[in-house]
């Protein structure tokens, strides 16, 4: 059991029958009431992401995660292969649970699979940055590369993202995977 007082980012729980996230926790009191702990989850088989107020001293159940090493492999028609490294089994992973994570696979990506109770596959987890490929840049404006001017280029999964009036294409960048943002050249 986990009380809510000891609730901080990372911690995963069960509750209402959904796997949950904590992302951020604030304890408040006032006067002579109880405390109430306010946490912003994730949830981790639909994402979404609600708001939701505890009673201090209240206690939920435990959710272990654990995370298997796998490799994308690729995309099928609505789903995504992965082959597991420890068990070399090929997994499929609807597209609906990948939404995010699919701007940045591309074949033979490392990633971590996401398991709760050993059955239930809730997703992938990325690395914190990838390299991917520039396949479409437009040329740089003459006079515009002095100042921090940048151009909106795509990499080779279509995922679109602003970048430095410098990098053209063929051109390998290194991007964040959790906010998407352009990081260096690879």
Wanted: charged share 20%; net charge negative.
């Amino acid at each position: 059991m986990i009380n809510v007082n000891d609730f901080h980012p990372g911690i995963t729980f069960l509750y209402q029958d959904d796997i949950l996230l904590v992302l951020e926790s604030v304890h408040s009191k006032s006067g002579r009431g109880q405390a109430h702990v306010k946490v912003k989850v994730k949830n981790l088989r639909t994402k979404h992401i609600t708001n939701i107020t505890f009673t201090g001293g209240d206690v939920v159940f435990p959710a272990i995660i654990d995370k298997r090493p796998a490799t994308y492999i690729y995309d099928e028609a609505d789903c995504g292969v992965f082959m597991d490294q420890t068990s070399f089994d090929e997994i499929r992973i609807n597209n609906t649970r990948l939404k995010w994570e699919r701007n940045f696979l591309s074949a033979g990506n490392e990633v971590n699979l996401s398991i709760y109770n050993n059955t239930e596959i809730l997703g992938i987890i990325l690395p914190p940055s990838v390299t991917l490929e520039v396949t479409e840049a437009p040329p740089a404006v003459k006079g515009n590369t002095v100042s921090n001017s940048t151009k909106l280029v795509t990499v080779e999964t279509g995922y679109q993202l602003q970048v430095p009036m410098f990098i053209n294409n063929g051109a390998k960048i290194v991007i964040s995977t959790e906010d998407g943002k352009y990081k260096e050249r690879a």
